[in-house]
């Protein structure tokens, strides 16, 4: 499925050669074929892009993204021929008043929450021996999730009314809020704290890292919705709101936790980063930033099995569930959402 180019660092540039694109950063140069290559992303300012290298991704249907430096994009760009059908977008908006909507969102929102309790689980299975006490809490707020999922279940409506939302939205709350976020703060390394999900300008390393990750990860489902035809503004989960894109937050529920929150623990875990060293005042630093996406693309990636025993690329993964969007609302085929094993 081809591989992405970020460009994160100051004076980088994207230039062409034949089929091919040159990309010059501090005094080396790199080139990768047109062919190999799935998403353009630019992050942060002071970077260079010609005109040449802008149509020879078009012709290759490569979208290529503009974003800030905390991750979220600020522009996109797709070819013109990436626009879908009426049929699939007519579903789309016809799905929203009827049963239809309803399953898909009690489809996503008992993904992401099996995500959240599966991803525990994870960490609990390799702290049982090391960690006893922390073990217990964690395999508790999984339990916890756990029942959470069976209230979900309960709830029966026949269109997405404004009951409907404040009901299931509750729940997604607290299994967030009671059970996930605090086992999240729980596993990460000493020197690290995180108190609460901080969205837009945060100042800790750990809610930027958050952020940076959802950003990489909304481009990635962003591309996968256009390309799929869907449109992203029409969600069912998130309500609308002008120039927010409700149906790729809605399909990035389920990925988060296997995406970014998981990586982010790794990450910390592994490479021993202290606080001051991630953080340039109020922003990443730029060294940072590379090196997440880098090992973002690394787990994209990356084969990962679900609990159909689907073995796929998170990349994959993230295509299936749209293509299983589409039989939703256009073949009324029951909604499964992708959760992985643990």
Not at 276 to 301: A, N, Q
Not at 312 to 336: D, F, N, P, W
């Amino acid at each position: 499925m081809g591989e992405s180019i970020y460009l994160a660092g100051f004076g980088v540039s994207l230039r062409v050669k034949k089929n091919s694109f040159l990309i010059f950063a501090d005094g080396n140069k790199d080139t990768i074929s047109a062919s190999k290559v799935q998403k353009i992303v630019f992050l942060g300012s002071g970077k260079g892009v010609s005109i040449d290298a802008i149509r020879l991704a078009i012709k290759y249907r490569i979208p290529v993204f503009f974003a800030y430096s905390n991750g979220y994009p600020y522009a996109m760009l797709f070819p013109v021929v990436a626009v879908g059908t009426v049929k699939t977008r007519r579903a789309q908006y016809e799905a929203y008043n009827c049963d239809i909507g309803v399953e898909l969102v009690l489809g996503i929102l008992k993904g992401k929450l099996r995500n959240q309790a599966n991803l525990i689980r994870f960490f609990w299975k390799s702290r049982k021996r090391t960690a006893p006490d922390l073990a217990n809490r964690l395999k508790e707020n999984a339990e916890a999730i756990k029942y959470l999922i069976a209230q979900l279940e309960s709830i029966g409506s026949d269109r997405i009314d404004s009951d409907f939302r404040r009901k299931v939205m509750n729940i997604e709350a607290r299994a967030a809020e009671m059970h996930y976020w605090p086992s999240f703060s729980l596993l990460l390394p000493t020197g690290f704290s995180f108190e609460k999900r901080v969205k837009p300008n945060a100042k800790d390393p750990v809610n930027a890292l958050l952020n940076l990750g959802y950003g990489l990860l909304f481009m990635e489902v962003v591309k996968e919705v256009i390309y799929g035809g869907l449109d992203p503004y029409a969600g069912f989960l998130h309500a609308d709101r002008s120039g927010r894109e409700s149906l790729v937050l809605d399909l990035m529920e389920e990925f988060r936790q296997w995406c970014v929150d998981r990586l982010i623990i790794k990450l910390l875990s592994i490479r021993k980063l202290r606080p001051e060293e991630i953080m340039d005042g109020p922003k990443i630093r730029r060294e940072i930033v590379g090196m997440f996406c880098k090992e973002f693309e690394d787990m994209m990636g990356s084969v990962f099995v679900n609990t159909y025993g689907e073995k796929r690329t998170m990349r994959g993964h993230i295509s299936a569930q749209v293509l299983r969007v589409k039989r939703h609302l256009l073949e009324k085929e029951k909604y499964r959402p992708c959760i992985f094993m643990w």
